[in-house]
Structure formats: C-alpha cells, structure tokens
C-alpha cells in the first residue's frame, strides 16, 4: 500500500538542464529516514556542459576530486530509492536525470510515480501570502533561513525536507506568522533609503 512507502527526499546538482543535450549528473544527495547520502559524481562528457550551471554550483575539477563513477552513482541510488515515494524541489527533473542515469547502466529501480513535489506544497501554502518566486532560494529569504550552500545538492536536499516538514505542519497560524514577518521585512526594506 502507498501509505507504507518510505519517503526519500532528493537533490541532484547537473552540468545543464537539458537530457537531450548531453547534460548530467555530477552531484546527488539523498535524505531517506536515518540514512544521508551525499556523493559528487565525474562528469563523462564535460565538454556538453553549460558554462552557467558549472557556476552555479560550484564545479571545477580540483572540488570533485575524489568522485565517483556515474556506474556506481547509479547502483547506490537504486538501491538506496528503491520502492520510496520521491519527495523533491522539482522532481520530475531529478526523476528524469536519476532514470536516464539507471537507464544508461541498464539498472532498474522501482519508486513510486506519485512524486511529491514541495514546489506546488509551497504554491499552496506561500505564495498568497507574498512569496512571489517559489525557488528554494526565494523560499529560503522568504522564510528567513539560511541561503549558505545553495545549489549544492547536500543542502537543498536538507532545505527540501525542512520545506516539506514545515508545510505539512503549517496551520493558519504559522500562515500568518510568516505573511506579518515578511511584510514587515519588506515595509523596512522600503524604508531603509
């Protein structure tokens, strides 16, 4: 039954956003109950990379080093995912990554098709209340948390499961709570000059 699936929170960090273009993983975290994985993956194809993205999060050689094969990226993953709900900050781009990943090492890995996606909990819960962009970025401003170690895999995973905790747990209070602290935020901001 649904109910019993163990909930997996996941980031991925990628060289683009294109499948198709030969963009791929090169960071992958995983939070699924007690367990925290957290690995850096070798690009194969550097050469395909969007300039951008490689800024975006951080990459250069001398950081990875130490990383492991996209194979045994794979494996782990599979084995760690399998027969979870996906809870992520956007999954179907991680999904879609992770898979074309099992797929390209002919391994299969069953988790469930209902991702839960903490991007629509926030339209639900933040944007009528004045949280205009819902990039974990701007969650993270939007909620006052720290935006240390963003667009690293290891703390967007943590910032997903803090997100999703967060929400489901949220009542009308907590609603107006953050609505007063943020509109009071901006009335100060726009009072500074």
Not at 28 to 52: C, D, F, L, M, T
Request: aromatic letters at 10%; charged letters at 25%.
């Amino acid at each position: 039954m649904a109910r019993n699936k163990p909930l997996a929170f996941i980031d991925i960090e990628t060289t683009g956003l294109s499948i198709e273009e030969g963009h791929e993983i090169i960071e992958i975290a995983i939070i699924k109950g007690e367990i925290s994985y957290y690995v850096k993956v070798i690009p194969q194809h550097i050469e395909r990379a969007n300039p951008k993205a490689l800024e975006i999060n951080k990459y250069n050689p001398t950081r990875w080093f130490g990383a492991i094969s996209p194979r045994k990226a794979a494996n782990e993953t599979a084995q760690i995912l399998q027969g979870c709900r996906i809870v992520a900050h956007n999954p179907s781009f991680d999904m879609g990554f992770l898979r074309d990943l099992w797929d390209l090492h002919n391994i299969e890995c069953y988790v469930d098709y209902r991702y839960i996606d903490t991007i629509v909990l926030s339209h639900e819960h933040l944007e009528s209340i004045g949280c205009r962009s819902l990039s974990l970025d701007n969650i993270r401003r939007f909620m006052g948390w720290s935006r240390l170690g963003s667009h690293t895999a290891l703390a967007d995973v943590e910032d997903t499961r803090r997100l999703y905790n967060t929400l489901c747990r949220a009542t009308v209070f907590h609603r107006l709570y953050w609505w007063g602290r943020w509109g009071l935020l901006c009335w100060l901001g726009s009072n500074d000059g």
